[in-house]
């Protein structure tokens, strides 16, 4: 059974870095890409970042380039989200997913897997 599990989550202060981790049981993931979305109450979810199988390729929404990094150690099954000078509005909960299959790195339906998701607050 293929169980993702997020953590790092928490309440931070505007500005503020924090780094998100996700490691992924259940099977070898070490030939997939994987992604992080967010959901803010009352929003749909929403790309915020995805890293090919090899590490070769990382994609990002607009609104986070170059602020936020995405990673993984397929060693450890984990992708790792690293996210500085947080804002406010970046408060949702944040979801690790694994892509299995081709597709659009930012369409939540083109991944196959998700965690529960943590909960990132952001303080202004």
């Known amino acids: 059974q293929v169980q993702l599990v997020e953590s790092g989550g928490g309440l931070v202060q505007a500005g503020d870095s924090q780094r998100l981790s996700c490691e992924a049981s259940?099977?070898?993931?070490?030939?997939?890409?994987m992604g992080w979305f967010r959901q803010a109450p009352g929003k749909e979810r929403q790309f915020v970042a995805g890293l090919s199988w090899n590490g070769g390729n990382s994609y990002y929404a607009a609104s986070v380039q170059g602020r936020f990094t995405i990673s993984r150690d397929s060693t450890k099954n984990a992708v790792y989200l690293q996210m500085n000078s947080l804002k406010p509005e970046e408060t949702a909960v944040y979801y690790c997913?694994?892509?299995?299959?081709?597709?659009?790195?930012?369409?939540?339906?083109?991944?196959?897997?998700w965690g529960q998701g943590t909960q990132v607050t952001v303080s202004s």
């Open positions: 997913a694994v892509k299995t299959r081709a597709g659009y790195w930012d369409r939540a339906a083109d991944y196959d897997y």
């Open positions: 259940g099977g070898t993931f070490s030939r997939f890409g």
